[in-house]
């Protein structure tokens, strides 16, 4: 096995002189978990992170690889392990919370009594909490603790690829310019930047949404679709999401940003995402059972859609994509089918925020009313 030591690597020259150490905790043993654990070290923090395995935890601390989630990376040595909780959190000034959206509360509400109100706490979590509340991760890191200091990491950043020193970026987002500052300094280093924004749902709601669209255009993917097919699910993607998350208070700005078109870059062009793995898994013909079972791994967005689209549904929010992506996986509707179907639907505005959507759609009832033998059979 080949183990590249990207992290290491990049130690020396990003390890800031004569500053106290920031101590940090990261509670998820996952990819991504363990890839900024690694880059808080290179930066000088001293570092703890808590995973339940007892035995990945041993390999971690001895032999600086976690063999589970990044077999082929070296983690930074002063990175330490642990399935003790208090040990982690114990002195802990910055936690980041790596956990998929499903155990999420259960972990939070477990270090609650170990954080305080001046802990910096961040959430890398993209999903949405199962249930009719709607919760996004940051929500729960406000419900369970006491910090007053909540952030949101989310952009492009595929873990695989951060370990290996790849050039990237991501966004912190909060309310509190002193959590965006220290979390910049803590993170940031050769390989890694980090931006700031005070949209934090927009932000979150961005890392979230962007997993749906990963596993349609990974479907489309397998069933052979072209270049423009692809440019045009990503950007009516692009159009649904900021739609969505306008009507619960984000700025549309915030998806022109890393953590907008900048993730569902990545997550719809590269195998090393899962939810666009499951997404090509199902166009081969995979079941969505077989496909989640061979990938091994959480795919937020297969949790997340049917979230979306019954809050949508509620909200009066149009998400044709969404909902037919739920179709496709969940009431056995075929792919091409649906694809079709979609074709032949309403032509709305581009951008809605320069030509509202409704004021399309009426002129094109207004022309087909005046035209009727040019017009569509399916307009309404
Ligand atoms: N992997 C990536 O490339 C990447 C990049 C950016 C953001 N994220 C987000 O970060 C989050 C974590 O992703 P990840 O790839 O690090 O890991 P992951 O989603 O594969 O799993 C994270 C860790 O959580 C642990 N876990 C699962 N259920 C648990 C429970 N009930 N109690 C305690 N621990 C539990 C797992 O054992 C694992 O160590 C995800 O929500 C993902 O959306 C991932
Ligand atoms: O592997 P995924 O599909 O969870 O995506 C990973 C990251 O969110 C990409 O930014």
């Avoid at 790596?98 to 001046?118: H, K, M, N, Y």
Wanted: hydrophobic content about 45%; proline content about 3%; glycine content about 8%.
């Amino acid at each position: 096995m080949t183990v590249h030591s990207a992290f290491a690597d990049h130690s020396t020259a990003s390890r800031p002189s004569g500053e106290r150490s920031l101590q940090v905790a990261v509670l998820g043993g996952g990819s991504f978990g363990t890839a900024l654990a690694s880059i808080a070290a290179t930066r000088g923090a001293h570092v703890r992170q808590w995973l339940r395995d007892e035995q990945l935890v041993a390999h971690i601390n001895e032999q600086h690889v976690n063999v589970r989630y990044l077999p082929n990376f070296a983690i930074d040595p002063s990175v330490h392990a642990s399935s003790d909780m208090a040990f982690v959190l114990e002195q802990a000034e910055l936690v980041l919370v790596a956990i998929p959206s499903g155990a999420f509360r259960a972990v939070v509400r477990q270090a609650a009594p170990l954080i305080g109100t001046e802990t910096l706490l961040v959430s890398t979590t993209k999903g949405i909490e199962a249930g009719d509340d709607f919760h996004l991760m940051s929500q729960i890191l406000e419900e369970e603790t006491v910090s007053r200091h909540i952030g949101v990491l989310s952009g492009p950043n595929l873990a695989a690829e951060i370990a290996e020193g790849h050039l990237s970026a991501s966004v912190i987002a909060s309310d509190d310019d002193m959590t965006r500052a220290r979390i910049q300094q803590a993170l940031s280093c050769d390989h890694f930047r980090v931006y700031a924004s005070n949209d934090r749902f927009g932000v979150e709601l961005g890392g979230a949404l962007k997993n749906i669209y990963a596993i349609a255009v990974g479907m489309a993917a397998a069933l052979g679709m072209g270049e423009n097919t692809r440019s045009m699910l990503m950007t009516r993607a692009l159009a649904e999401m900021s739609r969505f998350a306008v009507a619960r208070g984000a700025s549309p700005m915030t998806f022109l940003g890393l953590a907008g078109i900048g993730d569902l870059i990545v997550t719809c062009s590269s195998p090393l995402s899962r939810n666009y793995r499951v997404g090509y898994a199902i166009g081969e013909g995979r079941s969505l059972e077989e496909a989640v079972e061979a990938l091994g791994q959480v795919a937020e967005g297969v949790n997340t859609v049917h979230l979306i689209v019954d809050r949508a549904q509620r909200d009066g929010v149009y998400m044709p994509l969404a909902q037919a992506l739920y179709q496709v996986l969940f009431e056995g509707v075929d792919p091409r089918d649906m694809a079709l179907s979609l074709m032949r639907s309403e032509q709305g505005s581009d951008v809605e925020f320069t030509l509202p959507r409704e004021a399309a759609l009426d002129a094109q009832r207004r022309a087909a009313r005046t035209h009727p033998n040019d017009s569509r059979d399916t307009l309404t």
